[in-house]
Each structure stands twice: as structure tokens, then as C-alpha cells.
DNA sequence: TGTACATCAGTGAACGCGCGTTCACTGATGTAC
DNA sequence: TGTACATCAGTGAACGCGCGTTCACTGATGTAC
């Protein structure tokens, strides 16, 4: 990944120097990604990289982008694997707790990234007071319209939809955190995957109002 | 804060750095908490820190504990104003939204402190698996006490009390990072103040697994 | 009550580190004629 | 098809920064006799 000797001319040094971020980001998280460190992993110097970038920040953002992306993937995939045989009142809240769980085991799995993924949202502040529609993130939209699929599906009621993904995402947020950087992330794994599936459990709940299971139509 | 000029022999040098810590903290989290400017502060030279502290990291954890102890106040100070004339049931489950209240507001007005606060139990890993009660930190505790007394108030089924501690915390603790580091940050404080109270609801309708209101023994 | 001396709590200068960024530059590329 | 030249994408050296930490030191303190 590093020795491209295409001499000089690079040819593509931004994909090359975000690539490299990404390497350091995976372990590191956001400090991780330092001008000299991706410069030197690319073969170039430490200014080559101001060609591409403005500044550091640029290019952490950049990076932060394709993290930002993966958690979406992982996200999207893991919903997509849900059971076609499941009633549509079930399915529909089987997708949600597919979104939490895929969010907290994305955390768990790529730490690095999942730091800057949510990093990048930090530094957004570029005109003022924005609505959230300007920054609306793909693994947040996956969100939204999984619970607006249970709004149709029925499994949430209508007046109980607003402000709901607040909720899940706080809870889903909350545990990932407490499972990387808080006590928990001393347990063993099967504990935290009892504990997260409890947190989403309890999310679940607490969105739609009630425990019970849904009654089919 | 910084002139005590009590000359050469400083007196309790290891508090003065300790509050001087809690103080550059304050506004800029773990990564203000530096020997150089902390000692800078208390008038001293940066390797006077090493009397008092092996190293930085025992500085930062010692400021770190009283940015705990800040938010547990916080929450207690809350938890103890909860009005005399409610009925127990109620009472019981009001004291647990302003744990959880509390504990965002205390996020929001002090990001620093509780930057520190939760980055501490980040380097704790002392001595290879430890159970979660080696460390049980203040705050935490006023959670639990509150779950097991809804439970006593017969406003939390007691299967439902078991694991109720990282749902809670976990929502709670997901939305003050939305909300000082998230994209919520961006929302005038009583667009906050409304997402907050929606997600300490849901928390509480979660672990409670209903929506309804308690009914009086 | 006075003095010798060990201990304690600081000083001041320096170390090496890695960082972002700027400067003046040069080698490679591609385009116009 | 060949050549002049502008542009582009790199180089290499250096800057200043603040950090944690170590060294050999010295001034203040308190205790034993």
C-alpha cells in the first residue's frame, strides 16, 4: 500500500493519502490521522500532501467521510440480512433492532473508525445555526426511515414517531461508548453482546411505548 | 488562584495543582490538563509537578476523580430538590428522569468536566478482568439506587430491575455526547431541553417496558 | 536555646519528540503551434 | 512530428510550537542532641 514507485508523478495521491488515513484512522481514531504519518506512509512528503488538501482538517474529514460510510454499510447490510419469512409487523421491528446492534457492534469492531464517524459531526459548524437536514449523515437516515417503515408497518404508533430516533440513537450511541471507552469494555465479549441486546431491547420499548408484541393485522 | 507566593515551600502544592488542573478542564477537557500549563498556573516549574504526581496521567486521573465528583453532586443536588408531596410511586419515578436530566444538563454546562469525568474510567484497567463493582464510581451508584428503590416502590417489576442500570445510562449518557459533541449541539438550548426530556421518557418507558402511568397501592 | 544536619520541595536548563506549516525549488507532464 | 513553454505535482530543508520528562542543583524546613 505504500511503495508505489510511480515516482513523482503519484497519479492519484488524494485517494492514496485518504487511504492511508483510513489505515491509521482503523487503530487510532481521529488523532491518528497526522499529515506526516500519511505522507510518510504514501512515500511522499509531508507537503506533497497541501496539493490536495487545504490543511489537516481537510483531509480528516475526508477520511472521517469514508468511515462515516462504512458504518453505513454496516449498517444497511445487516438490516438487508433480516429474515424474509417474518411477519411485516415483526420485520419491521427486527429492522430497528438491526440498526442498534449493527451501530454498537460497528463500534466495537472498528473503534478507530467509528471514533471518527462521529468526530466529523464536531467540526461542521459552517454557517451558523443549520437545520439537521443539512447535515443529515447516512447511518442516521438509515435510522429515520426504518422507523418511518414502522410507522407503516404499524408498530409505532403515528403521534409516537416524532423525536424517536432521538431515542434510539442516543441509547444505541450511549452503549457503543460505554462499550469502547467506558467500564463495560473490560467485560468479557459475550457479556457486552447480553448487555447490548438488552440496551436495544429496552430502546425498542421505550420508542414504541409498550413491551408486548406487536398484533398482526 | 495562581499568585500564592508563599515562596519556595509552597504549602499543598499538590492541590493547588490539582485545582488548577480542574480548572484548565473546565473548558478544555482531558487534553487541557497539561504539567506545563498547570504548574505555569500555580506559579511553579513544570518538573515541581513530579513531588506530587508519578506522572502526568496520575495528575490527570486525580483531577479527573473531582470532575466525577462534580457530576454526582450534580445528580444528587437534582435527585434530592424532587418535591415532598408526590406520591411514592411517583416520586420514585420522577427521582430516576432527574438522574437522568441531571446527568445531560451537567454534560451540557460543564463539557470539560465531563469529558474528564467519563474519560477516566478509560485507564483504569489496573488489574487484568475486574468486576464491574471494583469500579463503581459515584455517579453510577445514584443510578442504582434509584432502580432498586422503584423497585421497592413497586414502579419497576423486579425482573425488569436487572440490567435497567445500562439502559438508562447508556440513553442518557448517548444523548449528552449528541448533544455536546453531535449534531444537536447546533440547536438553540430549548430545542435541546425538549430533545432531552423526550429521551429520558423514552428511558424511562423502556426500562419500565410501559408507557403508563403508575397506579397508587 | 542553639546548632548540625538530614530531608524535603522546590529551581533552571536542557533533552528529544512529533507535529503542522511555509519557503524556494525542480522534475514531469501536456498542450499550442 | 518536433519543439517551446506554461502548468502541475512533487522535493528538501527549515520554522516554531508545546509537550513530558530528566538532570544536577539549592534553598527551606524540621528534628536530634
Not at 495521491?13 to 481514531?29: K, M, N, P, S, Y
Not at 496539493?51 to 458504518?71: E, G, P, T
Not at 448487555?195 to 393485522?217: F, Q
Amino acid at each position: 500500500m505504500s511503495e508505489d514507485t510511480r515516482a513523482y508523478h503519484h497519479g492519484d495521491l488524494r485517494h492514496a493519502l485518504i487511504a492511508e488515513g483510513l489505515d491509521r484512522a482503523r487503530t487510532g481514531g481521529p488523532a491518528a490521522v497526522t499529515l506526516r504519518e500519511v505522507t510518510r506512509a504514501a512515500g511522499v512528503s509531508p507537503n506533497a500532501a497541501y496539493r490536495h488538501f487545504s490543511d489537516r482538517d481537510d483531509l480528516v474529514h475526508a477520511v472521517a467521510n469514508l468511515a462515516q460510510r462504512a458504518l453505513a454499510q454496516a449498517i444497511a447490510e445487516r438490516v438487508a440480512a433480516t429474515p424474509a419469512d417474518l411477519a411485516p409487523t415483526d420485520a419491521s421491528i427486527e429492522r430497528l433492532r438491526r440498526v442498534g446492534l449493527a451501530y454498537i457492534d460497528f463500534a466495537r469492531a472498528e473503534r478507530g473508525w467509528f471514533e471518527l464517524a462521529f468526530f466529523t459531526q464536531d467540526t461542521d459548524a459552517t454557517s451558523g445555526i443549520v437545520t439537521l437536514d443539512d447535515e443529515i449523515v447516512a447511518p442516521f437516515k438509515l435510522l429515520m426511515d426504518t422507523l418511518d417503515e414502522m410507522v407503516e408497518a404499524g408498530t409505532l404508533a403515528p403521534d409516537r414517531r416524532p423525536l424517536a430516533e432521538w431515542a434510539c440513537w442516543s441509547a444505541v450511541h450511549g452503549f457503543a461508548d460505554i462499550a469502547v471507552h467506558g467500564p463495560v469494555r473490560l467485560q468479557p465479549e459475550p457479556v457486552i453482546d447480553a448487555l447490548a441486546a438488552s440496551v436495544v431491547e429496552a430502546a425498542i420499548t421505550g420508542v414504541r411505548g409498550t413491551a408486548e408484541a406487536p398484533v398482526p393485522a
